[in-house]
Protein backbone atom coordinates (compact mmCIF):
# COMPACT_ATOMS: atom_id res chain seq x y z
CA UNK A 1 0.00 0.00 0.00
CA UNK A 2 1.07 3.51 -0.86
CA UNK A 3 1.47 5.22 2.72
CA UNK A 4 0.69 9.11 2.58
CA UNK A 5 1.95 11.26 5.57
CA UNK A 6 0.46 14.59 6.12
CA UNK A 7 2.48 17.47 8.18
CA UNK A 8 1.63 18.72 10.41
CA UNK A 9 -0.90 17.19 12.21
CA UNK A 10 -2.35 20.50 13.20
CA UNK A 11 -1.78 24.29 12.83
CA UNK A 12 -3.14 27.76 14.00
CA UNK A 13 -3.09 30.84 12.18
CA UNK A 14 -4.41 33.82 12.21
CA UNK A 15 -6.94 35.39 9.24
CA UNK A 16 -4.95 36.57 6.39
CA UNK A 17 -1.90 34.38 6.65
CA UNK A 18 -0.85 32.18 4.20
CA UNK A 19 -0.90 28.19 5.47
CA UNK A 20 1.05 25.60 3.71
CA UNK A 21 -0.29 21.53 4.45
CA UNK A 22 1.97 19.37 3.13
CA UNK A 23 2.13 14.85 2.32
CA UNK A 24 4.41 13.08 1.55
CA UNK A 25 3.65 9.91 -0.20
CA UNK A 26 5.50 6.14 0.37
CA UNK A 27 6.45 5.81 -3.37
CA UNK A 28 5.89 8.17 -6.29
CA UNK A 29 2.63 8.59 -7.42
CA UNK A 30 3.19 11.31 -10.19
CA UNK A 31 0.02 13.87 -9.90
CA UNK A 32 -2.47 11.41 -8.95
CA UNK A 33 -3.65 13.32 -5.92
CA UNK A 34 -6.64 14.94 -4.47
CA UNK A 35 -6.99 16.93 -0.76
CA UNK A 36 -10.12 17.68 0.33
CA UNK A 37 -11.53 19.96 3.14
CA UNK A 38 -13.24 18.18 5.64
CA UNK A 39 -15.52 20.52 8.47
CA UNK A 40 -16.67 19.23 11.83
CA UNK A 41 -19.83 17.02 10.94
CA UNK A 42 -19.67 16.89 7.70
CA UNK A 43 -18.53 15.28 4.89
CA UNK A 44 -15.07 15.67 3.22
CA UNK A 45 -15.00 18.28 -0.15
CA UNK A 46 -13.05 18.18 -2.69
CA UNK A 47 -10.64 21.06 -3.36
CA UNK A 48 -8.04 20.00 -5.55
CA UNK A 49 -7.48 16.99 -7.92
CA UNK A 50 -4.61 15.45 -10.30
CA UNK A 51 -2.22 17.82 -8.00
CA UNK A 52 -3.07 20.83 -8.81
CA UNK A 53 -6.30 21.38 -10.59
CA UNK A 54 -8.80 23.62 -8.84
CA UNK A 55 -12.40 22.13 -8.06
CA UNK A 56 -14.65 24.00 -9.77
CA UNK A 57 -16.90 26.37 -6.65
CA UNK A 58 -13.21 26.34 -4.49
CA UNK A 59 -12.20 29.66 -3.89
CA UNK A 60 -9.11 30.76 -5.81
CA UNK A 61 -6.99 31.25 -2.18
CA UNK A 62 -6.54 27.54 -2.81
CA UNK A 63 -3.66 25.95 -4.60
CA UNK A 64 -1.72 22.87 -4.32
CA UNK A 65 1.26 21.93 -6.04
CA UNK A 66 3.64 18.95 -5.94
CA UNK A 67 4.40 15.37 -7.80
CA UNK A 68 6.11 12.57 -7.47
CA UNK A 69 5.90 12.29 -3.90
CA UNK A 70 6.17 15.71 -2.36
CA UNK A 71 2.92 17.66 -2.44
CA UNK A 72 1.60 20.57 -1.03
CA UNK A 73 -1.98 23.00 -0.16
CA UNK A 74 -1.65 26.35 -0.01
CA UNK A 75 -4.26 28.63 1.10
CA UNK A 76 -3.01 31.94 0.09
CA UNK A 77 -5.03 33.91 2.76
CA UNK A 78 -6.71 32.25 5.41
CA UNK A 79 -10.26 33.09 6.24
CA UNK A 80 -12.63 31.80 9.25
CA UNK A 81 -15.07 29.88 7.08
CA UNK A 82 -11.46 27.69 6.12
CA UNK A 83 -11.65 25.89 9.81
CA UNK A 84 -11.57 22.19 9.05
CA UNK A 85 -9.49 19.26 8.55
CA UNK A 86 -7.63 18.67 5.28
CA UNK A 87 -7.05 15.22 3.62
CA UNK A 88 -5.00 14.29 0.97
CA UNK A 89 -5.40 11.06 -0.84
CA UNK A 90 -3.38 8.99 -3.61
CA UNK A 91 -4.96 7.59 -6.94
CA UNK A 92 -2.05 6.27 -8.67
CA UNK A 93 -2.76 2.36 -7.33
CA UNK A 94 -5.27 0.32 -4.93
CA UNK A 95 -6.40 0.54 -2.72
CA UNK A 96 -6.62 4.22 -2.31
CA UNK A 97 -5.13 5.54 0.71
CA UNK A 98 -5.62 9.13 2.54
CA UNK A 99 -3.07 11.29 4.93
CA UNK A 100 -3.84 11.10 8.64
CA UNK A 101 -5.11 15.06 8.01
CA UNK A 102 -4.37 18.02 9.04
CA UNK A 103 -6.55 20.38 11.26
CA UNK A 104 -6.53 23.96 10.44
CA UNK A 105 -7.92 26.43 13.36
CA UNK A 106 -7.65 30.07 13.98
CA UNK A 107 -5.54 31.97 16.85
CA UNK B 1 -26.81 18.07 -8.89
CA UNK B 2 -26.41 14.34 -7.74
CA UNK B 3 -27.42 13.01 -4.40
CA UNK B 4 -26.11 10.39 -2.27
CA UNK B 5 -28.02 9.30 1.04
CA UNK B 6 -27.14 6.32 2.93
CA UNK B 7 -29.50 3.80 4.59
CA UNK B 8 -29.32 1.08 7.03
CA UNK B 9 -29.01 -0.02 10.55
CA UNK B 10 -27.21 2.12 13.15
CA UNK B 11 -26.38 -0.46 15.66
CA UNK B 12 -25.42 -3.62 14.96
CA UNK B 13 -23.65 -6.58 16.76
CA UNK B 14 -20.78 -7.70 17.28
CA UNK B 15 -20.13 -11.17 14.79
CA UNK B 16 -22.98 -9.88 12.60
CA UNK B 17 -22.83 -8.19 9.46
CA UNK B 18 -23.28 -4.49 8.65
CA UNK B 19 -25.54 -3.44 5.97
CA UNK B 20 -25.96 -0.34 4.52
CA UNK B 21 -27.29 1.19 1.22
CA UNK B 22 -26.68 4.09 -1.15
CA UNK B 23 -29.42 6.19 -2.75
CA UNK B 24 -28.63 7.88 -5.89
CA UNK B 25 -30.93 10.75 -7.06
CA UNK B 26 -30.59 13.27 -9.51
CA UNK B 27 -28.20 11.81 -11.53
CA UNK B 28 -27.73 8.10 -12.96
CA UNK B 29 -25.79 5.18 -11.68
CA UNK B 30 -24.07 4.44 -15.12
CA UNK B 31 -20.89 5.77 -15.79
CA UNK B 32 -19.19 6.19 -13.05
CA UNK B 33 -17.41 4.42 -9.70
CA UNK B 34 -19.14 4.03 -6.27
CA UNK B 35 -17.42 4.21 -3.15
CA UNK B 36 -17.86 2.95 0.46
CA UNK B 37 -15.17 5.68 2.74
CA UNK B 38 -15.40 4.98 6.30
CA UNK B 39 -14.00 6.95 9.87
CA UNK B 40 -14.04 5.98 13.06
CA UNK B 41 -14.72 8.82 15.51
CA UNK B 42 -12.49 11.06 15.27
CA UNK B 43 -10.00 9.37 13.15
CA UNK B 44 -9.00 9.49 9.34
CA UNK B 45 -10.65 8.48 6.16
CA UNK B 46 -10.18 4.68 5.17
CA UNK B 47 -11.33 3.29 1.79
CA UNK B 48 -13.26 0.22 1.62
CA UNK B 49 -13.42 -0.38 -2.09
CA UNK B 50 -15.37 0.54 -5.16
CA UNK B 51 -18.19 -0.72 -7.84
CA UNK B 52 -18.80 0.42 -11.13
CA UNK B 53 -22.35 0.33 -12.69
CA UNK B 54 -21.62 -2.72 -14.13
CA UNK B 55 -21.16 -4.81 -10.76
CA UNK B 56 -17.39 -4.84 -10.73
CA UNK B 57 -15.38 -4.29 -8.18
CA UNK B 58 -12.41 -3.69 -6.20
CA UNK B 59 -12.04 -3.91 -2.56
CA UNK B 60 -9.36 -2.77 -0.23
CA UNK B 61 -7.05 -6.48 1.27
CA UNK B 62 -7.43 -4.88 4.70
CA UNK B 63 -11.24 -6.26 4.59
CA UNK B 64 -10.02 -9.24 3.11
CA UNK B 65 -13.38 -11.72 2.53
CA UNK B 66 -15.39 -9.55 4.77
CA UNK B 67 -16.68 -7.43 2.01
CA UNK B 68 -19.29 -7.36 -0.68
CA UNK B 69 -20.46 -4.53 -3.02
CA UNK B 70 -23.29 -4.98 -5.28
CA UNK B 71 -25.32 -2.45 -7.34
CA UNK B 72 -28.95 -2.39 -8.36
CA UNK B 73 -28.99 -0.04 -11.53
CA UNK B 74 -33.13 -0.19 -11.69
CA UNK B 75 -33.20 1.48 -8.22
CA UNK B 76 -30.26 3.73 -8.76
CA UNK B 77 -28.73 2.05 -5.29
CA UNK B 78 -25.28 0.18 -4.67
CA UNK B 79 -24.58 -1.48 -1.49
CA UNK B 80 -21.86 -2.15 1.23
CA UNK B 81 -21.93 -5.53 3.66
CA UNK B 82 -19.10 -6.13 6.03
CA UNK B 83 -19.59 -9.12 7.84
CA UNK B 84 -17.79 -10.19 11.52
CA UNK B 85 -18.00 -7.06 12.70
CA UNK B 86 -16.33 -5.75 15.87
CA UNK B 87 -16.05 -2.49 17.64
CA UNK B 88 -13.30 -1.71 15.43
CA UNK B 89 -16.05 -0.88 12.72
CA UNK B 90 -17.46 1.06 14.28
CA UNK B 91 -17.22 4.45 11.88
CA UNK B 92 -19.54 7.07 10.08
CA UNK B 93 -19.97 5.10 6.88
CA UNK B 94 -19.95 7.24 3.80
CA UNK B 95 -21.17 6.62 0.29
CA UNK B 96 -19.10 8.60 -2.93
CA UNK B 97 -18.72 8.91 -6.61
CA UNK B 98 -16.16 8.96 -8.67
CA UNK B 99 -16.01 10.31 -12.11
CA UNK B 100 -13.30 7.58 -13.50
CA UNK B 101 -11.68 4.52 -12.13
CA UNK B 102 -8.63 7.02 -10.88
CA UNK B 103 -10.44 9.74 -10.21
CA UNK B 104 -11.21 11.49 -7.13
CA UNK B 105 -14.56 11.63 -5.25
CA UNK B 106 -16.45 14.26 -6.38
CA UNK B 107 -19.41 13.40 -4.61
CA UNK B 108 -20.33 12.36 -1.12
CA UNK B 109 -23.18 11.34 1.06
CA UNK B 110 -24.03 12.96 4.20
CA UNK B 111 -22.50 9.65 6.29
CA UNK B 112 -24.19 7.61 8.64
CA UNK B 113 -23.15 6.34 12.13
CA UNK B 114 -23.10 2.46 12.30
CA UNK B 115 -21.96 1.17 15.99
CA UNK B 116 -21.22 -2.11 16.85
CA UNK B 117 -22.10 -3.16 20.43
CA UNK B 118 -23.78 -5.89 21.80
Known amino acids: DIQMTQSPSSVSASVGDRVTITCRAS??????LAWYQQKPGKAPKLLIHAASSLQSGVPSRFSGSGSGTDFTLTISSLQPEDVATYYCQQAKSFPLTFGGGTKLEIK | QVQLQESGPGLVKPSETLSLTCTVSHGSISHYYWSWIRQPPGKGLEWIGYIDHSGSTTYNPSFKNRVVMSVDTSKNQFSLKLSSVTAADTAVYYC????????????WGQGTLVTVSS
Open chain 1, 27 to 32: QGIRTW
Open chain 2, 96 to 107: ARHAGQWEPVGF
